[in-house]
């Protein structure tokens, strides 16, 4: 039994990871560890994450789905391909070497930084793109998916460079496609999860509703500041993801 002082202190967390989350990425940084230091298991810490996740991506997705950022014709093989790559990880994750995985994802993370740092400022324009939609929704959204089903830290920012770098798309619709990717390859994760038993239901729904309203919050400031805080926000999260699985390797 969860105690209440617990499980509000994890809707709280939950609620800044959400608003952080829908804007740059990397609100497992904060829910993740909230939940091992609560006592939970490694793997029910794991799968109870991934449902306020997945919570969060779905309300910031809806929300620019609501504005028009996400249109369908889009959105649907972005949103198949990532949650087949979703599943596939979650389904293969104990099947495949995690720990050489885990000795690369730091220095992925601050080459990003390092590419958000020297690139040039952001903004809502859109550029051409360096790969067809179809290749890019079957092969990047795909593997981007399966990663965050094996290990998750960083999917966003990865998506996020994705989208901007390879379809040339603008800051608010490259937030937009990357929440809907998001939803969709937790939902694939979540839904292996949910039939292995592992999630802690009453702290995930609470967590949720956090999630929820954070991303609300976060996505509405995005659509508002999005040129101006998601370069810095995203170099922060990356370095900062990047630092504590170093210090993870470490310790």
Same mark, same amino acid.
């Given at each position: 039994?969860?105690?209440?002082?617990?499980?509000?202190?994890?809707?709280?967390?939950?609620?800044?990871?959400?608003?952080?989350?829908?804007?740059?990425?990397?609100?497992?940084?904060?829910?993740?560890?909230?939940?091992?230091?609560?006592?939970?298991?490694?793997?029910?810490?794991?799968?109870?994450?991934?449902?306020?996740?997945?919570?969060?991506?779905?309300?910031?997705?809806?929300?620019?789905?609501?504005?028009?950022?996400?249109?369908?014709?889009?959105?649907?093989?972005?949103?198949?391909?990532?949650?087949?790559?979703?599943?596939?990880?979650?389904?293969?994750?104990?099947?495949?070497?995690?720990?050489?995985?885990?000795?690369?994802?730091?220095?992925?993370?601050?080459?990003?930084?390092?590419?958000?740092?020297?690139?040039?400022?952001?903004?809502?324009?859109?550029?051409?793109?360096?790969?067809?939609? #179809?290749? #890019?929704?079957?092969?990047?959204?795909?593997?981007?998916?399966?990663?965050?089903?094996?290990?998750?830290?960083?999917?966003?920012? #990865?998506?996020?460079?994705?989208?901007?770098?390879?379809?040339?798309?603008?800051?608010?619709?490259?937030?937009?496609?990357?929440?809907?990717?998001?939803?969709?390859?937790?939902?694939?994760?979540?839904?292996?999860?949910?039939?292995?038993?592992?999630?802690?239901?009453?702290?995930?729904?609470?967590?949720?509703?956090?999630?929820?309203?954070?991303?609300?919050?976060?996505?509405?400031?995005?659509?508002?500041?999005?040129?101006?805080?998601?370069?810095?926000?995203?170099?922060?999260?990356?370095?900062?993801?990047?630092?504590?699985?170093?210090?993870?390797?470490?310790?």
């Amino acid at each position: 039994m969860v105690d209440t002082f617990t499980i509000i202190s994890l809707a709280g967390v939950a609620t800044l990871a959400g608003f952080i989350d829908a804007i740059a990425g990397g609100g497992g940084l904060l829910t993740l560890p909230a939940l091992l230091l609560s006592g939970f298991a490694p793997v029910e810490a794991l799968a109870t994450n991934k449902m306020q996740g997945t919570a969060g991506s779905s309300s910031a997705a809806i929300t620019f789905m609501a504005k028009g950022y996400i249109k369908f014709k889009q959105g649907l093989p972005i949103a198949l391909f990532a949650y087949t790559g979703g599943l596939l990880g979650a389904l293969l994750v104990s099947q495949l070497p995690k720990e050489k995985l885990q000795l690369a994802i730091p220095f992925l993370l601050v080459a990003v930084a390092v590419y958000l740092f020297f690139s040039p400022k952001m903004s809502n324009e859109e550029k051409k793109a360096k790969l067809p939609f #179809f290749t #890019f929704a079957a092969v990047i959204v795909s593997f981007i998916g399966f990663y965050d089903g094996i290990l998750g830290p960083g999917t966003g920012s #990865f998506y996020m460079i994705a989208f901007i770098s390879l379809l040339g798309y603008g800051v608010i619709k490259a937030i937009s496609y990357t929440k809907l990717a998001n939803m969709f390859c937790n939902l694939g994760a979540l839904s292996i999860f949910a039939f292995q038993g592992h999630i802690i239901l009453s702290v995930a729904i609470v967590m949720a509703v956090g999630a929820l309203i954070g991303a609300q919050l976060g996505s509405r400031f995005a659509i508002k500041y999005g040129t101006a805080i998601v370069k810095p926000m995203l170099i922060i999260m990356s370095l900062s993801m990047a630092a504590k699985l170093i210090w993870q390797q470490l310790a």
